[in-house]
């Protein structure tokens, strides 16, 4: 059973900063990428970052380039997203799951979980 939980989220205002958490309940996260998705109001939901099993390759949709960045602490079973200069294009429920990998034909593994709202407003 593969479950990450989320954490890290709240309400901050543009320009500023979150770090969000996804921690690993029954099971290593060593063996598997990790994506980061988020789904807006109104919105699909929309897969914003993913990072490899060793971390050695990391992808980002283009509108968080620059912004966000993806890392993982296999000792401490969690990867972190780092999210700076935040907008309230970034307002949105985030999810992580664990992958097959980070390229186009990914499956997710396990179920997805409750999330974490990031609010971006002043």
């Known amino acids: 059973q593969l479950q990450l939980v989320e954490s890290g989220g709240g309400l901050v205002q543009p320009g500023g900063s979150l770090r969000l958490s996804c921690a690993a309940s029954?099971?290593?996260?060593?063996?598997?990428?990790i994506g980061w998705f988020r789904q807006a109001p109104g919105k699909d939901r929309e897969k914003v970052s993913c990072i490899s099993s060793s971390g050695g390759s990391t992808n980002y949709v283009d509108s968080v380039k620059g912004r966000f960045t993806i890392s993982r602490d296999n000792a401490k079973n969690t990867v972190y997203l780092q999210m700076n200069s935040l907008g309230p294009e970034d307002t949105a429920v985030y999810y992580c799951?664990?992958?097959?990998?980070?390229?186009?034909?990914?499956?997710?593994?396990?179920?997805w979980g409750q999330g974490t709202q990031v609010t971006v407003s002043s």
């Open positions: 799951a664990a992958l097959t990998y980070c390229g186009n034909h990914y499956l997710v593994l396990g179920s």
């Open positions: 029954g099971f290593t996260l060593d063996y598997y990428a």
